[in-house]
């Protein structure tokens, strides 16, 4: 999640490796039976551990996945601090690092992107992981605030900031789940990466417009 300090002992690695797996049995049976039908015990038998060791992990089933949907926000915002040069306006920053965290690699897999699909599908109809994903993004938005600051300079008020993080935050998860409700390819024109681009740009282009207005 952002803002998670790094895993740098064995102990810790395996604890992070432990969570993660997890929350990819979690999110593979959410995913195609829906969290109310799903329970803690057979998350706990599908990643190999005991129910009182799940539950020293997470407080409920639902938070079981939210690991994994924080995993691509944290590295959403790694790529953005990692994209940023000298000179580069915050849309060109934000549009690579949004290809980067959504386009199958090496680092963000074809898997993973299904896993976000199946598990968005749910969300709606799931109070329980409505919340997980709820507080996702907020977590989201307070490590783009951190990273985009620079971007903007020292003499951006606080609240400027804040609200181009929102949006930022606000145009990601639109794309992501437009794309989720969809059958669409995890790459191409119709996928999540040029879907989340598109909606960023779309932002852009009417603040714009507005400022013409205005002027």
Not at 21 to 34: K, L
Request: charged share 25%.
């Amino acid at each position: 999640m952002p803002g998670a300090q790094p895993v740098t002992s064995l102990t810790e690695r395996r604890k992070a490796e432990t969570q993660l797996e997890i929350s990819r049995r979690a999110a593979e049976m959410f995913s195609a039976r829906g969290a109310s039908a799903v329970t803690a015990e057979e998350i706990a038998s599908a990643a190999g551990i005991g129910l009182r060791t799940f539950y020293r992990y997470f407080r409920t089933k639902e938070e079981a996945v939210a690991p994994l949907l924080a995993g691509g926000v944290t590295s959403w915002i790694t790529y953005v601090t990692e994209e940023t040069r000298d000179g580069a306006r915050v849309e060109e920053v934000l549009e690579r690092a949004t290809r980067r965290a959504l386009t199958p690699s090496e680092d963000v897999t074809e898997e993973m992107l299904q896993w976000t699909r199946g598990l968005l599908r749910t969300v709606r109809d799931e109070p329980g992981l409505h919340a997980v994903w709820l507080r996702v993004q907020h977590d989201s938005e307070d490590g783009l605030v951190q990273a985009i600051a620079p971007l903007l300079g020292p003499g951006v008020d606080p609240l400027t900031v804040r609200l181009v993080a929102a949006s930022a935050n606000a145009a990601m998860r639109i794309a992501v789940e437009t794309w989720a409700a969809t059958d669409a390819p995890t790459t191409g024109p119709d996928g999540p990466a040029e879907l989340a681009v598109d909606c960023m740009r779309r932002l852009v282009e009417h603040a714009a417009s507005r400022d013409t207005e205005n002027n």
